[in-house]
């Protein structure tokens, strides 16, 4: 390369109009509909894990205000237990479904990248490492958002435990 400041540019210029390649649109409409659709699920996951954790400090917030219903110390032990695990719970969801649209994304930065590649005529080699890399992600992806439910229902059955136990000490 030169020391010429006009070629230099002209070649970088041409350079980057070869680095993105038209791919084409109407096939990643549904690629983008799905990304969409499995990150408004995660999305919920979340939002529904937060009213969880809500619904935690509500029950303990009754349970030790000046008005309470019982003092804590009065509060049965499978309660309180019960009270951990789903806080735990519902945090570890929240967790892992905020993962879960990290992964997401990342997969289809690695979808696009795959596409830009096959579409350059990359090698081979290069297109099946990228495509490794893509459905790794995809299925660490899955597997997040698996997790994130199943932590969903262990903290909303725990907290449905924790007010039984509460309901069933209750002084009548």
């Known amino acids: 390369m030169s020391d010429n400041p006009e070629q230099l540019a002209t070649c970088m210029e041409s350079e980057s109009r070869s680095l993105v390649p038209d791919i084409p649109t109407e096939g990643l409409k549904h690629d983008w509909g799905l990304l969409d659709r499995y990150q408004a699920f995660s999305a919920e996951l979340v939002r529904m894990s937060v009213g969880g954790i809500a619904a935690v400090g509500f029950l303990v917030t009754a349970l030790a205000g000046k008005d309470g219903l019982l003092k804590i110390s009065g509060v049965p032990l499978t309660s309180r237990l ?23 994304s990342d997969s289809m930065a690695f979808h696009m990248s795959l596409l830009r590649m096959q579409l350059r005529g990359r090698a081979n080699a290069d297109i099946s490492s990228e495509k490794a890399a893509r459905d790794r992600r995809l299925k660490l ?22 007010f039984i136990a509460l309901l069933s000490n209750i002084p009548q």
Request: net charge positive; hydrophobic share 60%; charged share 0%.
């Open 141 to 162: 992806s899955g597997a997040l958002l698996l997790v994130s439910s199943s932590f969903l229902s262990i903290g909303a059955l725990a907290l449905a435990v924790s």
């Open 82 to 104: 019960s009270m951990a695990v789903s806080l735990s719970a519902f945090g570890l969801s929240a967790g892992t479904a905020l993962a879960h649209r990290f992964v997401s």
